[in-house]
């Protein structure tokens, strides 16, 4: 039982961005931390790398997306703290704080990165429910005798 417990060693993943733009993120009720350095192409999610953390391939593609429009997905190294929501809500979050760590490195690519719309904050989140409703806009059932 004891060298079980010695084998389960903490990999956090230290990295060195001292010289890295930092960023924050947003979507539903996540918020993303980025730090983006000059790099080659590694991208750590919460001290994981982000094909251990997000295992669908289409959130893989959705956080790739800023860099391969610009054309620079070994460019740069990035370190991610992001909390709060699930999981899509947490992709949203980090491709809206890359892309804005992006454009502070490079100004001349936020044209690109608006078209694509990646540097605005999506603000749709859940509406909240009502009173007197059973859910945010559905009523409970009418009997009318």
């Known amino acids: 039982m004891e060298n079980v417990e010695s084998l389960k060693v903490n990999t956090k ?6 010289d890295s733009k930092y960023a924050t993120g947003r979507r539903k009720t996540s918020i993303a931390k980025i730090w983006l350095k000059k790099g ?11 094909k251990e953390y ?4 289409n959130h893989k593609m959705q956080l790739l997306r800023p860099f391969e429009i610009l054309d620079q997905s070994a460019g740069f190294d990035a370190r991610c703290n992001v909390k709060g ?5 947490q992709v949203g979050a980090l491709v809206h704080g ?8 490079d100004a001349n690519s936020k ?11 999506d603000s749709r989140a859940v509406e ?6 059973r859910k945010a806009r559905r009523s409970f059932q ?3 005798r």
Do not use: C, P, Q
């Open 128 to 133: 909240r429910k009502k009173y007197g409703h």
């Open 85 to 89: 929501g699930g999981l899509s809500g």
């Open 111 to 121: 044209s690109t990165l608006k078209k694509e719309k990646l540097t605005t904050r």
């Open 54 to 57: 997000f295992k669908r391939a």
């Open 142 to 144: 009418f009997s009318k």
């Open 40 to 50: 080659s192409g590694k991208i750590y999610i919460n001290g994981k790398d982000y």
């Open 98 to 105: 890359i892309s804005k760590a992006l454009v502070m490195f």
């Open 13 to 18: 993943i230290k990295l060195d961005f001292k």
